[in-house]
């Protein structure tokens, strides 16, 4: 059972500045759970609530709190009833030299951050880049979107201008040339922008190819993930083109 | 001012069987409220909340309701404060001669179908084909995330096994031959599964080709909408290779 002011620590950590400030995040619900203890990751407590243990069998190392306790610890409406307290990896500085980047400026929603940090694992890639004022990559919405995938892709907060400023960056724009003869080569950096101000950081950069997916029909934009998805598809297949052995398919596929 | 029968009415629309019983769905926020007022699609009513009538100009055939009236008629948590009952068009058949059909297996979550609406009307398709149990594409979840494209790309219900089982279909598995090598030709239907269970008709589909997009790091799988803008994607390239017109890139893009 946690002290009274452990507890009071785990329940500060729905707020982003608690997160940094402690170094911890939390996840919730069996799966999730269950891939931390598995992973690499460092474990701060594993807790159950107490029907949640009358009814599961529980993790080895696994603390029983009261329901109450786990309703005031959960981040959701309706708590899971298992949760893990887990050790941010301290920040690693963004591996510039990698074939690909994915970079989002101002990604605002935690569900896109999720759904993009699952997409860029899909594709073997293990760092995102991120403007500073991007969602937190501990949101609990962007955790459950990454559906697991946030234990092998780290979003990296950077001064994105600063850093990207004198790279070769490819990026997506409603006006723009088509992605279809984006020349990518490596290293290269597709750079998303955000769900309302699109990137921002444009004019500040000085190697900048701006692209557009074509559009056959009206929709007035892609939603930022989708954006990113299909973008990267085709700078994937680019590279592989080009002979970049990171791409190359795998045996049989 | 609504009749007091009519009211009841429009407030039963939040449920499914009431939407599809009297031919009507809801839509609420001036930006989609406009776009239907702009679209030819039929229009019931236009109402406003007094409150947001006290701050903002209305649109010409607008009734004005009590705040508490709004806030019974809103699907929303927080009401938008305007609102349009729509008339549901008559439902189309599938056109199955179309180059391309982007079909769903069970695809459960609205938030999913809305994004595969807009995907579908960013290329230039005006049908997504769908079995019986997907969820309602008047769900104003799908009908938010489709930002204006349910106006344009209509989803047609089907016994899908039924409708499919001579065609030729591609389907998305996690296990199959890669999707860029594929070999889409116009007419051809690209499947996609539901979240949870995948695609569950592939053993009644007699022209069914399983393909992949192939995996280069650990994520489990990809999001379903996201599975369907990369297939998508790459289907719309091939069938361009292959001189259908429809495809044919934009000028100067």
């Known amino acids: 059972m946690p002290s009274a002011a452990k507890f009071k620590q785990y329940a500060s950590l729905r707020m982003p500045k ?23 990751a460092k474990l701060e407590a594993v807790m159950a609530s107490e029907s949640y243990a009358s009814k599961q069998a529980l993790p080895e190392t696994c603390e029983i709190i ?14 899971p009833g298992i949760m893990a307290v887990v ?9 510039d030299q990698a074939p690909l980047t994915l970079a989002v400026d101002g990604l605002a ?21 991120a403007s500073e004022d991007t969602v937190d990559q501990y949101n609990p919405k962007c955790l459950a979107a990454s559906m697991g995938s946030f234990l ?45 101000h699109g ?24 939603n930022a993930a989708m954006a990113a998805g299909i973008s990267l598809d085709n700078a994937v297949r680019r590279l592989r083109e080009r002979g970049v052995a990171k791409f190359a398919l795998p045996f049989n596929k």
């Open 18 to 40: 608690y997160r940094q400030k402690y170094g911890l995040f939390t996840v919730e619900g069996r799966k999730v759970v269950d891939e931390v203890i598995h992973s690499r």
């Open 66 to 79: 009261s329901d109450a306790d786990m309703k005031r610890l959960s981040q959701f409406e309706t708590a």
């Open 87 to 95: 050790l941010m990896p301290s920040a690693q500085a963004w591996q």
């Open 109 to 129: 929603d935690p569900g896109n951050l999720g759904t993009l940090i699952r997409l860029a694992d899909w594709y073997g890639m293990t760092q995102v880049l």
């Open 152 to 196: 092998r892709v780290e979003v990296v907060y950077v001064h994105l201008a600063e850093v990207l400023k004198n790279k070769r960056v490819f990026g997506a724009y409603l006006e723009g040339t088509s992605l279809y003869d984006a020349p990518f080569e490596a290293p290269s950096v597709l750079l998303i922008g955000s769900e309302s």
């Open 199 to 222: 990137i921002r950081i444009g004019e500040e950069l000085e190697n900048l190819h701006r692209f557009t997916i074509p559009r056959l029909g009206q929709a007035e934009s892609l």
